[in-house]
Structure formats: C-alpha cells, structure tokens
C-alpha cells in the first residue's frame, strides 16, 4: 500500500471515529436526561464519553477491517 493511500485510509479511520464517538456522546447524554432527568453536568459528560469510547473504537476497527468486509462480500454473494 502507497504511503498516500495509508493516510487516506487512517485519515477516513479517524474522521468516522470521531464522528461516531460525539455521536455516542450526544446519544448518552439524551438517555441519561430522558431516563433521569438529571441535570447535564460536566461530570455526567465525561462519563457518557467514557461510555462511548470503546463502542466508538470498536464500530470503527469491525467496519473498517478488511477480514470482516470480505467476510460479509463472500456470504451475501453466496446467498444469491
């Protein structure tokens, strides 16, 4: 792989991470003022960014992975 295409592809890994993981945040912190009706504090904050740190690292290592996307191509073609 290009030294180019490494970048592109870590800079895509990073934006998305990023991306989903202020997703989960703003997810948490709507489910923890829905379920509680908790005033949102920075306190809470850091904790629904804890939450939703390892989801984020996760989701992005799953999608990202050519193993799993291979995976998924070879078992939908088959089903056809």
């Not at 592109?8 to 912190?29: C, H, P, Q, W, Y």
């Amino acid at each position: 792989m290009k030294k180019s295409d490494k970048i592109k592809v870590t800079s895509r890994f990073f934006i998305f991470f990023l991306i989903g993981l202020a997703l989960g945040v703003v997810e948490d912190i709507i489910a923890i003022h829905l379920a509680t009706d908790a005033v949102i504090t920075w306190n809470i904050v850091k904790v629904a960014f804890l939450v939703a740190l390892p989801f984020a690292v996760l989701t992005e290592l799953v999608v990202d992975m050519h193993l799993f996307r291979s995976l998924l191509d070879r078992k939908f073609k088959t089903q056809k």
